[in-house]
T-cell receptor, first 112, second 112 residues
């Protein structure tokens, strides 16, 4: 079945550091890929998405590129801020399906 | 702004009680979902509905049922609450043929 593997957290960074959160997937067909973010006490918000190979999703300084050859969708940001502290979820949806399959989430803490 | 509203942020219920979690969306979306979020497990799909009165089981439907009498409302029912159902519950909605799901703020349920 479909699955998503994310790097374990928590990840602790200093403000302005470079961020990478790794995400790899296993899926039948050609999935759409997503990063969702959950700020403390809130539900999930879509951060960015990519629907086909080599697409790059970007939003709020975050980027991720859909790499079919390595089945990866790593999240990156060049300079994190304290306000980026949250839990980040990688997810996929296959073709005609109605289900999002999530990774376990990676908690990011950004300190001054 | 799109909106998915869950009726309660926090609930405390006793073992054996029948529990209703309510979710309303104002976007005229066809699909609605209930997920459960647990540390280290990410989000797991309980049930989803793709139309009024239609439902399908997700990955962990045992101990739960759902009701969708109107397009905008999707209810999750715990027939007899147990302590292992203590969790964060997240409702989401999406259009048919979607590439984005919108989430509510979550209901943190504690069963004592």
């Amino acid at each position: 079945g479909d699955s998503v593997t994310q790097m374990e957290g928590p990840v602790t960074l200093s403000e302005e550091a470079f961020l990478t959160i790794n995400c790899t997937y296993t899926a039948t067909g050609y999935p759409s890929l997503f990063w969702y973010v959950q700020y403390p006490g809130e539900g999930l918000q879509l951060l960015l998405k990519a629907t086909k190979a080599d697409d790059k999703g970007s939003n709020k300084g975050f980027e991720a590129t859909y790499r079919k050859e390595t089945t990866s969708f790593h999240l990156e940001k060049g300079s994190v801020q304290v306000s980026d502290s949250a839990v980040y979820f990688c997810a996929l949806k296959t073709g005609g399906g109605n289900k999002l399959t999530f990774g376990t989430g990676t908690q990011l803490k950004v300190e001054l | 702004d799109v909106k998915v509203t869950q009726s309660s942020r926090y609930l405390v219920k006793r073992t054996g009680e029948k529990v209703f979690l309510e979710c309303v969306q104002d976007m005229d979306h066809e699909n609605m979902f209930w997920y459960r979020q647990d540390p280290g497990l990410g989000l797991r799909l309980i049930y989803f509905s793709y139309d009024v009165k239609m439902k399908e089981k997700g990955d962990i439907p045992e101990g739960y049922s759902v009701s969708r009498e109107k397009k905008e409302r999707f209810s999750l029912i715990l027939e007899s609450a147990s302590t292992n159902q203590t969790s964060m519950y997240l409702c989401a909605s999406s259009k048919a043929g979607w590439t984005e799901a919108f989430f509510g703020q979550g209901t943190r349920l504690t069963v004592v």
